[in-house]
């Protein structure tokens, strides 16, 4: 719950002011800090919220690092959006909770076929 709430309010805090994103964009590409960093700081914070539900039983057992990564890049993918003015970026956010996170919850096995593919290719 914790994952999907932040994204959407990234999204939606973002929402009225898509000039802000690429006066950010702008500023981080030309600053000298290196937002790799940062962009992993915010990856591995996800994945330990999500082993956090793990380890709570909140959620299943899951490829927590993985799923970080793609939390990460549907909500960069959503900031694009609204950079450009194309499409509903809270579609793209709200699509990654119905598909990725909600089965999280339920009980039975998780289906990881999604993100092995996505990995595999790295390889």
Known sequence: ERVATW???VVDF?????ELVAALTHR???ASVDMRKAHEAMRLTIAQWLQ???DQGKILPCM???IADLCAA???GAL???MVGAGEPITAVDRFCEKVLE???EKGPVDHGILMACYSRRS
């Open 7 to 9: 994204m959407r309010a």
């Open 14 to 18: 973002h929402g009225n002011q898509p």
């Open 28 to 30: 981080w590409s030309s």
């Open 52 to 54: 956090d539900g793990v």
């Open 64 to 66: 927590t690092r993985e």
């Open 74 to 76: 549907t909500l960069d």
């Open 80 to 82: 694009v959006q609204l």
């Open 103 to 105: 089965p999280l919850r």
